[in-house]
């Protein structure tokens, strides 16, 4: 069975400083992985995805990711947070060998840029 | 290019009562996707359509619920008989044909309120 872990409930980082949000991913077959942006009362902003081939995968707004398939992990960085980053922040997975419509979500993780 | 449309944004029914969702997909895209939010927890998955046809439904709840994509018109989720713990917002997001490898872009929600 496939799954999507985000380890952190919130992510507390001063203005400036480097955000990094985790995600690691348990599925059958090669994944594909996407992240999106939630603020509150709207729906989800696409910020990046993997698909294949170079394992460093640059999105909007300043984010990046890096995909490690020995750690099963997709973690979501950008190396200076603004206070306009704060928002709710969800990984997702879609495994190759599923429907191709279904995406698997995280619990999300709640990330607070303090000025 | 608009994006993707839901309404109504909010809705609020009693018990016992009917809700039907509506969703247009952003121009383009064949391919529909509903899914749950309740509170405090990540987007779940419920249902895939294309054009006259559920590709997988295995995330709907067996009874009350059933989702629709006509060949004209915007795709309809309709829940009979809500009960309390139906109150949550209901995402649809849709994606071009390819499906899968491309992201699906989501509507800003409708947030059922069942009293």
């Known amino acids: 069975a496939q799954s999507v872990a985000q380890p952190e409930d919130q992510v507390n980082v001063a203005e400036g400083n480097p955000l990094t949000v985790k995600c690691t991913y348990s599925v059958s077959g090669n994944p594909y992985l996407f992240w999106y942006v939630q603020y509150p009362n709207r729906g989800l902003q696409f910020l990046l995805k993997y698909i294949t081939g170079d394992n460093l995968v640059k999105g909007s707004y300043g984010f990046e990711a890096e995909f490690n398939k020995s750690q099963t992990s997709f973690h979501l960085k950008k190396p200076s947070a603004l206070v306009s980053d704060s928002a709710l922040y969800f990984c997702?997975?879609?495994?190759?060998?599923?429907?191709?419509?279904?995406?698997?979500f995280g619990a999300g993780t709640q990330v607070v840029v303090t000025p | 290019n608009a994006g993707v449309m839901q309404n109504p944004r909010h809705l609020v029914r009693r018990r016992g009562q009917e809700a039907r969702l509506r969703c247009s997909p952003m121009?383009?895209?064949?391919?529909v996707y509903w899914y749950r939010q309740l509170p405090e927890e990540g987007l779940k998955f419920m249902v895939y359509l294309q054009k006259e046809n559920i590709i997988d439904e295995s995330g709907m709840p067996k009874e009350r619920f059933s989702a629709e994509f006509p060949k004209e018109g915007p795709s309809i989720l309709r829940i009979q008989q809500v009960v309390r713990g139906d109150s949550a917002a209901y995402f649809c997001?849709?994606?071009?044909?390819?499906?899968?490898?491309?992201?699906?872009?989501f509507g800003p929600g409708t947030r059922l309120t069942v009293l």
């Open positions: 121009k383009g895209h064949s391919h």
């Open positions: 997001a849709s994606s071009p044909p390819r499906g899968g490898l491309d992201e699906q872009f």
């Open positions: 997702a997975v879609r495994p190759t060998t599923d429907s191709w419509g279904k995406l698997q």
